[in-house]
């Protein structure tokens, strides 16, 4: 995968011999010792798409991140990425092809800002100018400096400085895919509303294809090209957020009114 200096990120429709949308066909999945999780759940996110998947705890949200990148192998059914089933990739290919931020971000204690974002190129055995070169396009991408935030620890930073280090990290090997799972969660709402802002932008410019795991409508709606509402491992409703916000059916209805969407709308929810 070449990243030059001129273009430091690519958009997932530059392949277009490599389809980037990611496809759940009839998936079934019981946890050990549990109830069934999904029974022949079926979603398909297309190519530069920003899917919010929102639901209560419990819903699923998180096993349908982990099948993206195979922590978790569907019973029955299949998973797609880039047209490959899960089952036909090779693991570690594969969850370096598709990048992953968390709520706690995860980035490591004893390692630089800078170290931290090029850990998937070190390990995919880019050279270090061209790791340099990829860190400092990432660190101006998400708006920190790489002469004033290269060489500082994690601990020196704020939470919204940490997110978008785990962002960055996240794009660092330039995945078609990047899967968000509660990644605003943990942030005061003034922090929240200004990486929205960031996240927007950012994927402006690089249009990947994004799962974005939430339980808050109102984060979704201002995120998401589309939603989808998972309850009981049942995807209920799956439209535009427009579309969403006069949704008639009862439990969208509560995750809105939950949220407080119309306080951040113009758009009225529709009266049942």
């Given amino acids: 995968m070449s990243v030059s200096r001129a273009s430091p990120y690519r958009s997932c429709e530059d392949d277009a011999d490599v389809p980037p949308a990611i496809e759940f066909h009839e998936v079934s999945y019981r946890q050990p010792n549990a109830a069934q999780v999904f029974d022949q759940f079926t979603l398909t996110i297309q190519a530069g798409e920003v899917f919010a998947l929102v639901g209560r705890s419990g819903a699923g949200k998180s096993t349908l991140l982990r099948m993206v990148n195979r922590l978790v192998v569907p019973d029955s059914g299949s998973v797609l990425v880039q047209g490959r089933d899960t089952r036909e990739w090779e693991p570690i290919r594969l969850r370096r092809s598709v990048g992953y931020v968390i709520q706690e971000v995860g980035l490591f204690p004893h390692m630089s800002v800078a170290d931290n ?12 100018e061209r790791i340099t070169a990829r860190v400092n396009a990432l660190l101006d991408l998400i708006g920190l400096p790489p002469s004033t935030y290269s060489n500082r620890w994690p601990d020196e930073l704020s939470g919204g400085q940490r997110q978008r280090v785990g962002v960055a990290r996240a794009l660092a090997a330039d995945p078609p895919v990047l899967l968000m799972d509660e990644p605003f969660g943990a942030l005061d709402p003034m922090t929240r509303t200004e990486l929205h802002a960031e996240f927007r932008r950012i994927q402006a410019k690089v249009r990947k294809t994004v799962i974005l795991v939430t339980h808050d409508m109102a984060e979704a709606i201002s995120l ?3 939603l989808g509402v998972l309850d009981g491992g049942r995807l209920i409703a799956s439209d535009k957020p427009n579309a969403m916000l006069r949704s008639r059916d009862e439990r969208v209805r509560r995750l809105l009114a939950a949220s407080n969407v119309q306080a951040l709308t113009s758009i009225p929810i529709t009266d049942p």
Wanted: glycine letters at 20%; proline letters at 7%; charged letters at 35%.
């Fill in 117 to 128: 974002i090029g850990v998937v190129p070190r390990l995919e055995g880019w050279d270090s």
């Fill in 224 to 226: 998401g090209d589309r």
